[in-house]
């Protein structure tokens, strides 16, 4: 059951990845619009689904960000989720590969995540590499949508299984979905 549960996540993970995958190959970079009114902050949240220890938590990141260049964007961001499992604190770099307002992205992530384990509270750090894609539904709106998938490592202490005292597993790996709305 456990096994048919992971293919499934894959394959959902797969399949949002690949109905952004095509873009290039359907619009050349020589065909991308040559201009986009890019607004330096936006500010927003996402929801995210975060799978570890063979269970998916959901939670909330909230993002304040400053694309600095075109193609660059730098942003902090806190994230915590529902459950109480952690409480998380970061920085992120992006890169745009066309530089406009609707564009896919590479996320490179550092942050702190605040965790319990066997009752003793731990700080420590995580690095995340992403993809995702912005996503404006009309022209000339002052918002947009994020699509994201991450993928993350813990250094140093793991996220514990709690629910069994004879047996427990550690998570240094996590993946997320994320679904933001920005305003700029």
Known sequence: ??????????????????????YFIEQPYEDAPASDSLSALSFGGEL????????VHP??????????HKHHS???FAAFL???????????????FRGTREDDFVRLGFSMISFDRYGKNYFQPRATLGYGRDITFF????????????????????LVDKSDDIFSREAHFSAALNIGFYLF
């Not at 529902?82 to 745009?96: A, I, N, Q």
């Not at 709106?141 to 250094?155: G, K, V």
Request: aromatic share 16%; hydrophobic share 45%; with cysteine.
């Open 1 to 22: 059951m456990v096994r048919c549960v992971k293919i499934f996540l894959v394959a959902l993970l797969l399949s949002c990845v690949q109905s952004f995958a095509g």
């Open 48 to 55: 995210q689904l975060v799978y570890y220890l063979s269970s």
């Open 59 to 68: 939670g909330i990141l909230l993002s304040s960000e400053h694309r600095f």
């Open 74 to 76: 730098a942003d902090l």
């Open 82 to 96: 529902f459950s109480g499992d952690y409480f998380e604190v970061g920085t992120d770099w992006r890169f745009f």
């Open 139 to 158: 022209k000339n709106t002052s918002f947009l949508c994020r699509i994201e998938l991450d993928a993350s490592y813990i250094m140093g202490k793991a």
